[in-house]
């Protein structure tokens, strides 16, 4: 199955920027969806992004308010998380997900999972 491996992260202060790389390999085919989760410290997973692998319909969780922007090389089978003018809310683990399902803003429609890179923001 498709291995996820998910770098870009880092210590940053509010209102910088980062872009998160997540490089798939292995069986990538059948995937039709690449998306992007965050969990704080204490917190549930939530959505952030994700994109269709073919046709590379972004969609986003309202919370980022134009902010972020997601994006994939179908070629280079990488996705993308640009983040711009970031929060100290935004700090948390991010991790990349590929999925079969149809409902690409939920956890139900992802099969594999990256190990996650830490995102800090400091006020």
């Known amino acids: 199955q498709v291995q996820l491996v998910e770098s870009g992260g880092g210590l940053v202060q509010a209102g910088d920027s980062l872009r998160l790389s997540c490089a798939a390999s292995?069986?990538?085919?059948?995937?039709?969806?690449m998306g992007w989760f965050r969990q704080g410290p204490g917190r549930e997973r939530e959505f952030v992004a994700a994109?269709?692998?073919?046709?590379?319909?972004?969609v986003y969780a309202d919370f980022v308010k134009g902010r972020f922007t997601i994006s994939r090389d179908k070629e280079k089978n990488t996705v993308f998380l640009q983040m711009d003018s970031l929060k100290p809310e935004d700090t948390a683990v991010y991790s990349c997900?590929?999925?079969?399902?149809?409902?690409?803003?939920?956890?139900?429609?992802?099969?594999?999972w990256g190990q996650g890179t830490q995102v800090t923001v400091s006020s």
């Open positions: 997900a590929a999925g079969l399902g149809l409902r690409i803003t939920t956890t139900l429609a992802y099969s594999k």
């Open positions: 292995g069986r990538t085919f059948n995937t039709y969806a």
């Open positions: 994109i269709t692998w073919n046709g590379g319909s972004p």
